[in-house]
């Protein structure tokens, strides 16, 4: 069975939505995946040569690098010089095409090759344009370069991630440009829910800057601030607005990290009872304020003098919540993921049968699934635009020769 039969037996909930991402490496391409993994038909425009840059990021097997193969799973790879008159022509051809375009490049130069909102309007007036930049569109930097990085640090996310006593902290993968591309995923979502049901639907432009959706998601910095007069500031593992709990990862005496969570009245008692404390003496959130870098100092030597089993089955019995922080390999190891069937396996034509995530979130009536890994450069440019587009045999060696594909 061909990749293009695969991916047209109806699977999952978005199965005949059709997108474009003239995007690249992180935030635009992942809001892609997420529509892609519910059964979207999504064409990845890379430019000849080298393609996407994501392809030759990150740890490799054997030459062959691995990221892309899963940043890239479920769509289709078509190849476009965008520098080209002739190229420009066609893309505006997958613009008319699909039902969503997704575009991650400045602001001038979407405007130079006719990929900004007035264009595709003109173009496909039920179009929905999702268009992320570090800045946004309507801001005094709508042309200056950004990075998820620089959009975590600008959110506030950064200013709070860490210990008092140290640095501001990014996370270890691209936080900002995830979270961006989920929320620009869900934006799509919203537009086409009222393209669905408003028969005056005229289009639909998202403009999503990086900084904003991390932004949105610390849902109480402003209000304190406005309200308050104060910054919230970094507290390590603890919660800045939740300053009675206890949170924090303690090393047992295998050396393994636990994390222990305990936001509410009853799961810091029920830390006390295991402690041995009186629990009437926390009973209250101010006695559990007064009291918490007691509780954290009990608990930490008492995680300390035990092996980690022991401690998640101690825990377990108290009902405290906890976890040994996991690492890969604990994952791929672990029955809950493997209950949730949360990895799969997947064959591809460089590597053999690979591990991944599974498409998640689940449904349980129109599932969607991983189809093929990431594609090699250019692999569906027949199909996208031959069988697709309906260009000609004699158009497509034309625009070989030209290399404008």
């Known amino acids: 069975m061909s990749d293009d039969e695969r991916n ?59 990221w892309f193969k899963v940043a890239g799973r479920n769509k289709r790879s078509v190849t476009l010089d965008l520098h080209h008159e002739a190229g420009r022509l066609v893309a505006h051809r997958l613009v008319a095409w699909a039902d969503v375009v997704i575009v991650t490049l400045r602001a001038g130069r979407l405007r130079s090759w006719g990929l900004d909102w007035d264009s595709v309007h003109r173009i496909n007036p039920r179009a929905v344009l999702l268009q992320i930049s570090g800045f946004g569109a309507t801001s005094s930097q709508a042309d200056a370069p950004g990075f998820g990085k620089v959009g975590e640090a600008r959110s506030g996310v950064v200013h709070l991630t860490g210990f008092p006593d140290g640095p501001p902290v990014h996370t270890g993968f691209s936080h900002g440009d995830a979270v961006t591309g989920l929320m620009g995923a869900y934006a799509v979502l919203a537009a086409l829910h009222r393209r669905d049901h408003d028969p005056g639907f005229d289009g639909e432009w998202i403009d999503l800057a990086l900084f904003e959706s991390l932004f949105r998601l610390v849902e109480w910095q402003v209000i304190v601030h406005d309200q308050l007069g104060r910054v919230p500031e970094r507290s390590g593992n ?36 295991l402690l041995g404390l009186p629990e009437e003496e926390f009973t209250t959130t101010r006695q559990q304020y007064d009291r918490r870098e007691e509780l954290d100092e009990n608990l930490r030597n008492w995680v300390a003098e035990r092996v980690t089993g022991e401690c998640l089955e101690e825990f377990a019995r108290a009902e405290v919540v906890a976890s040994r922080v996991f690492d890969a390999a604990d994952i791929a190891a672990d029955p809950v993921y493997a209950e949730r069937e949360d990895i799969v396996t997947v064959h591809d034509p460089d590597l053999g049968p690979v591990r991944m995530q599974a498409v998640i979130p689940h449904f349980r009536q129109r ?39």
């Not at 303690?250 to 009853?266: C, F, H, K, N």
């Open 8 to 66: 047209t037996t109806g699977s999952g909930q978005l199965h005949g939505l059709k997108v474009v991402e003239f995007a690249h490496v992180v935030a635009g391409p992942l809001a892609g995946s997420m529509l892609a993994d519910q059964g979207a038909e999504v064409v990845h425009v890379e430019p000849p040569g080298a393609g996407d840059a994501a392809r030759a990021m990150g740890p490799r097997r054997d030459g062959v690098p691995l």
């Open 238 to 273: 603890q919660l800045a607005v939740a300053p009675g709990a206890v949170i924090n990862t303690y090393r047992s005496r295998d050396g393994e990290w636990i994390t222990v969570t305990s936001a509410t009245l009853r799961s810091v008692r029920n830390i006390a009872r």
């Open 367 to 405: 599932p969607g699934r991983v189809w093929r890994t990431g594609p090699a450069l250019g692999q569906d440019n027949h199909l996208v635009y031959g069988q697709w587009l309906g260009l000609s045999v004699e158009e497509l060696a034309d625009l070989e020769k030209s290399d404008v594909i």
